[in-house]
């Protein structure tokens, strides 16, 4: 009995060279714990370091560290397709420190999820980018990489993981349903990704997502929009008669439009970068029609812009 302890050291020694050996990413998983292992480190120091130029600030007497708090969390999700070939290379990809990319999730098309960063960092997904206000995506929300060679179908499995994990990632950090985009969506100049197959309308039924209604209710009363044409100038110095006797005459004109407001304004009140037109409109066409996608707005484009700008203002 003596000897149990070493017999139990050495099995543990034996199973952890298993587990290594069979795990091809012993390796950069011990530089994930490394680095998760020296963040904790600054952020407990009390009390808190400061730059040079922020220790020139007026700070008070004391040091006081309040006793409330916890971690920021995530408030996006940003969905992507990998335009790679398989979940071997994506994993691969983010796991080599000079690509400088990374997400927090990449979902295989066999439908296994890899998780490969705790959802409280912020891992390096969108690039540069912006929805609404929000200019630093990748501090605001989850990656999440879908295994897709950038023109296929995403098989059911895939999607049936992504939906279960949606729903545990809504839950646990309250995001609201208009928070769930596409790199497509944040980034219109750059990026075309998840592409016209993702089933956007599928999410949005489910809570991830804003989505029109399938037949947008347009009411006389929003599509008219009155128009002021001056049709007649009538010169001062003509003495007025009966029949004209204001300088002005004023016919009023109503012109049927599908969008009420511009379709910039619509565009960025649902989040979408306008300062490049064509790829805004080609940005929502990507997400919101998808059988077409191109920078023009058709007659049917303009109603459901107009059906669904509404919906991201409630
Ligand atoms: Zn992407």
Redesign the pocket.
Known sequence: MKHLPSLVAILLLIALIASCSSNPYSKTNRVYKKQAKEYGKQLSKFPIEHSEKEATLNFGEYEVGTTNFNLRKPNYVVI?HTAQDSVAQTLKTFTLVRTQVSSHYVIGDNGEIYQMLNDYYRAW?GGSGQWGNNTDLNSSSIGIELDNNGSEVFSEAQIQSLMQLLKVLKEKYNIPAANFIG?SDIAPTR?V?PNRNFPWKQLAEEGYGLWYDDIPFVSVEDTLVTEKEIVKEVPILEEPTVENDSIFEVKEQKVVSPLDVSPEIALKIIGYDTSNMDAAIRAFKLHFIQTEVNANLTDSDLKILNNLYKKYLK
């Open positions: 992507h997904h790199h990026k990704d």
